[in-house]
């Protein structure tokens, strides 16, 4: 649940895929690496669409590139 909340943190500004995964490194002071980016940014992808369909999250494309953000809560 930190991670989930850590990416919905990240999220308070429209970013794409690869600026999430880049933030996460850098805030858990992970080393990139080929195997590294491929495992964690699988992990990370079913965090985005776990967050999307509990609707935390929500996409939108700009200038050709899917964004993710934190969704707003209407009241």
């Known amino acids: 649940m930190e991670i989930a909340a850590g990416i919905v943190r990240l999220c308070s500004e429209s970013l794409c895929f690869e600026t999430i ?11 990139m690496n080929l195997e590294q980016y491929a495992l964690v ?8 669409s776990w967050l999307l369909d509990k609707e935390q999250l929500e996409i939108c494309f700009q200038d050709g590139m899917l964004l993710w953000k934190r969704k707003v809560v209407k009241i």
Do not use: A, I
Request: glycine fraction near 16%.
């Open 21 to 31: 995964l880049q933030k996460l490194f850098v805030g858990y002071g992970l080393e």
């Open 41 to 48: 940014g699988s992990t990370v992808r079913s965090y985005l």
